[in-house]
């Protein structure tokens, strides 16, 4: 039933808040929606911006996974279905004192092949013989929920140090030993159903190989080219979207909301959790105790524009390479952006996305010359190269990534719970960092205010 009338507040317009409003065009009550947005601009850790000559290079996120289908669904339903394209390679290394090949045959980096693993140098003898005897262990206890206790429990310290943790803690700029294991679905699921872990990831892994398609997919324009087209499907459509507004004030007013002192039905909370927590410090104090709990880590990002005469050969066709936290100094994972997308080639240089910092190693205090000749020695080094960057780009990314500590999924049902019809929290800090993630919890956040402003019209 149409709620004629009806105003959700949105605050925060990035994806997640975008999606949020997105869904209300589609929606049978169709509510009016009004995004508010602190920043200039809508898109929040989505950022696309000209570097090295080409117009379009992301600054954050360069693609979202292709197998969830929030994302691709989000990009077709406003126009940008027949712009998606997909890497051009799917080839990284892990750099262990030289680029050693990802082994065949990982699930997220759990092996699910002996003979894969025993191939790969990247692991010594007794580590891959302690990795072998996985199927053979008694069932591991997930009641911890840390993904790094239970891989090292399974397969031994090395799987995990050299594997695992470089492939998970670099989506999440995590240290795994204090992540939580239900938040990466693909291993929980495996580690609560099955005994031995190495058996039913290989099953798994054969299901997911049987249904071919592309892993990764990124619009031609860059990310941000997904957040704009939303952003102007929304406003065509009559919603509202105030930038350089911050909302400083979120009051409860007889059952409805007052969003900056504006009378709203329901307001859905699609900013980071500290905002969150800061909006409903007077209102709700209960669920913005528990919301403040969730921490974040800072990132860097850097990028480089290499020429390409002095790009060698043997590294060619790969798409780039994670350095494990015992060999990292600043650095963690570094992108060969123009050799993995083929719309950033560039005529004269290849074009590097060096990622530095995570959780427990901070880089945001370090000044811009600092950041730029650390990814310069840093990748020189790993790469036996003498990088000269022609142009340089720096990004700097304030708690970009929400870590979700163990039982983290208990602290978010704990804060939902505590709050008063209306109020919805949505977004990264919650069910899943990733795009598709924010924006099947945006769309399921419009749901439930729009529920409450149906509540509120009965
Ligand atoms: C460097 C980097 C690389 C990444 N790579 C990938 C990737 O390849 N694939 C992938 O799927 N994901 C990736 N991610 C994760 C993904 O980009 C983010 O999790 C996602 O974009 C977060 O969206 P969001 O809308 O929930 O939050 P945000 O993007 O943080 O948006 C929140 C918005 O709220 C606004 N706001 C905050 N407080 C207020 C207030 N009081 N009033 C009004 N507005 C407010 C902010 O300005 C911001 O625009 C990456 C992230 C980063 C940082």
Redesign the pocket.
């Given at each position: 039933m149409a709620l004629a009338g009806r105003r959700i507040a949105v605050?925060?317009?990035?994806?997640?808040?975008l999606a949020t409003a997105h869904a209300a065009l589609a929606h049978q009550a169709r509510p009016q929606t009004v995004v508010?947005?602190?920043?200039d601009r809508?898109?929040?850790?989505?950022r696309t911006s000209a570097f090295g000559g080409h117009p379009a290079i992301d600054?954050?996120?360069?693609?979202?996974?292709a197998r969830l289908p929030w994302?691709t669904n989000l990009a077709r339903a406003v126009g940008l279905g027949d712009q998606l394209v997909t890497p051009t390679t799917g080839s990284a290394a892990v750099w262990w004192d030289a680029l050693h090949p990802i082994p065949d045959a990982l699930l997220l980096g759990l092996p699910t092949e002996v003979v894969a693993l025993a191939r790969s140098p990247l692991i010594s003898w007794p580590g891959k013989l302690r990795a072998a005897t996985e199927p053979l262990r008694p069932r591991t206890s997930t009641a911890a929920d840390s993904l790094g206790a239970f891989v090292r429990a399974r397969f031994g310290d090395e799987v995990h140090l050299r594997l695992v943790d470089p492939l998970i803690g670099s989506i999440y700029a995590a240290d795994t030993d204090h992540f939580s294991l239900a938040a990466v679905p693909q291993i929980a699921e495996l580690a609560n159903s099955a005994r031995s872990v190495l058996l039913a990831g290989r099953k798994a892994k054969a299901r997911s190989v049987a249904v071919a398609g592309p892993v990764f997919f990124a619009p031609l324009g860059g990310m941000g080219a997904l957040t704009a087209a939303t952003a102007d499907a929304l406003t065509s459509a009559g919603h509202e979207i105030r930038l350089n507004?911050?909302?400083?004030e979120v009051t409860p007013d007889g059952g409805r909301w007052r969003v900056n002192g504006e009378q709203f039905d329901s307001v859905v909370l699609?900013?980071?959790a500290a905002?969150a927590a800061?909006?409903l410090a007077n209102a709700v104090p209960a669920a913005a105790e528990k919301v403040a709990q969730i921490p974040t880590a800072d990132?860097a990002?850097v990028c480089l524009a290499v020429p390409s005469s002095t790009w060698p050969s043997r590294l060619a066709g790969l798409s780039g390479y994670l350095v494990p936290k015992p060999k990292q100094q600043l650095v963690t994972a570094v992108s060969f952006g123009s050799q993995k997308w083929a719309q950033w080639h560039l005529d004269d240089s290849v074009l590097l996305r060096v990622?530095l910092g995570r959780n427990g190693l901070a880089v945001l205090h370090l000044t811009d010359e600092h950041l730029v000749a650390a990814a310069v020695e840093e990748v020189g080094r790993h790469l036996r190269l003498d990088v000269q960057p022609s142009v340089v780009r720096i990004?700097r990314?304030p708690g970009?990534?929400p870590q979700y500590r163990p039982h983290h999924a208990a602290l978010v049902a704990a804060a939902s719970s505590a709050l008063p019809p209306g109020v919805v929290l949505?977004?990264?800090?919650y069910h899943g960092?990733?795009?598709?993630a924010?924006i099947r919890s945006g769309q399921a956040a419009l749901d439930v205010a729009c529920k409450s402003a149906q509540a509120l019209a009965d």
């Open positions: 605050i925060g317009g990035g994806i997640t808040g508010f947005e602190s920043d809508t898109g929040g850790k989505i600054e954050g996120p360069d693609a979202f996974l994302g507004t911050r909302v400083t699609a900013c980071p905002a800061r909006l990132v990002m990622s990004s990314w970009a990534f949505a977004g990264a800090s960092i990733g795009v598709p924010c």
